[in-house]
């Protein structure tokens, strides 16, 4: 079907394209991926792929032009101009003007950036807001308990992911998963013109001052971080002496833990939420985007590891990556899972939207599962042990 027939059948299926010469399709659309209830897509927008997905209500282009391939977009999503690739949008989540998303990007509902944020291998979980000029790649995010309560990257922030020796086993975790999903923790705030240099673990509660680059984990929760003038000086370097640290290797096996969790999480509680506002595409999206990530901290982390010459750790390391490369396996206490979800079921069945279920779940059921989702991340800590 050629381009211009496919924008006539978008257009018959009810979605507003108000300029229609100045849109582009690709050929491996899949017309029925687009909804027909309130999609509009405006001037200088560019769709192919054939994973690509468009919900209800989403509004693309409406600041310039965008670029669409391969992304699911959920419910009510404005991706207001830009680039993005292989990423998911749930619901309320918005992309302001000159955005630039790559793979393994995710943002869970009402998550938001301001103007000209480039993301790559980021996940943002619910209400998490990005200023404007940023760089926040390999980052996974959570905090706070809704949009007036939310963690918050200020402008002009930098998360640095790529090291002199050209490795990026960096990816840094500004909260965590098991308690991030309950959206019931204090909000991180990391201050504008600052940076993070990565693999950092970050506490929730802590605030970053404006101009601070954070160079260590802040493990401690409420804390505020002031940073000063770097100290001055010249010492010999080596390029590609790579020497051993712990805490890189340490800090990616809790990130991919975390991961782990995540996808425990989307495979057994987010599952039974598919419904209009949550299509069971989106769901897919998060698992194949998910497992994208993944893919790429294993990559990552072996070359770093393959980079420090020892035979040893790499066989260790080869061990355990190739334990975790089957990814439907079930992880963690399964009682405690099994416990979790048979006391989320009439929650569900009261407020059946995701985040107002999640929100009402008294303390000691969201205790149970953070218990649960806390057991898949130690046991993949606990089977990377040679980074201990």
């Known amino acids: 079907m050629g381009a211009q027939k496919l924008i006539e059948k978008l257009i018959q299926r009810g979605v507003a394209i108000p300029c229609p010469q100045s849109v582009e399709v690709g050929p491996n659309i899949i017309p029925e991926r687009i909804s027909g209830c309130g999609v509009r897509i405006h001037s200088g927008c560019r769709l192919s792929g054939k994973s690509t997905f ?9 600041e310039g032009p965008v670029s669409v391939d391969n992304c699911y977009i959920g419910p009510g999503v404005a991706l207001k101009s830009g680039h993005f690739e292989n990423a998911v949008f749930l619901e309320g989540a918005s992309l302001g003007y000159g955005s630039h998303v790559r793979e393994g990007t995710i943002l869970e509902e ?3 950036t301001a103007h000209c944020v480039g993301l790559k291998q980021t996940i943002l979980m619910p209400f998490v807001t990005l200023g404007s000029l940023i760089n926040f790649c390999d980052c996974l995010m959570a905090g706070g308990t809704s949009r007036k309560d939310h963690s918050e990257v200020g402008s002009s922030f930098i998360h640095f992911n790529f090291t002199p020796n050209q490795d990026k086993a960096t990816p840094s975790l500004l909260g965590d998963v098991p308690n991030g999903v309950m959206m019931n923790q204090r909000p991180i705030f990391m201050g504008g013109q600052g940076g993070l240099v990565g693999p950092c673990r970050i506490a929730y509660g802590t605030v970053s001052a404006a101009g601070t680059i954070v160079r260590k984990d802040q493990l401690k929760p409420d804390h505020l971080i002031i940073g000063g003038a770097g100290k001055g000086g010249s010492i010999p370097w080596k390029a590609g002496a790579i020497s051993v640290s712990k805490r890189i290797i340490k800090n990616n096996i809790i990130y991919i833990g975390n991961l782990f969790a995540l996808r ?9 939420f598919i419904s209009e506002r949550f299509p069971e595409p989106l769901w897919q999206g998060l698992i194949a985007t998910l497992d994208l990530g993944l893919d790429e901290r294993f990559k990552r982390l072996r070359a770093y590891i393959n980079g420090l010459g020892g035979s040893t750790l790499a066989d260790q390391y080869r061990v355990f990556e190739q334990q975790y490369h089957k990814r439907d396996q079930d992880l963690g206490d399964l009682k ?7 006391q989320l079921e009439p929650f569900k069945s009261q407020h059946d939207d995701y985040i107002e279920t999640i929100k009402a779940l008294p303390y000691e059921t969201a205790q149970i599962g953070i218990l649960w989702l806390q057991g898949v991340v130690d046991k993949v800590v606990s089977d990377g042990g040679f980074a201990s």
């Open 110 to 112: 009402q998550a938001s």
């Open 264 to 272: 425990e999480w989307y495979r057994h509680v987010r599952r039974i």
């Open 54 to 62: 468009i919900a209800a209500g989403v509004r693309i282009a409406t």
């Open 336 to 342: 405690l899972r099994d416990q979790f979800m048979h």
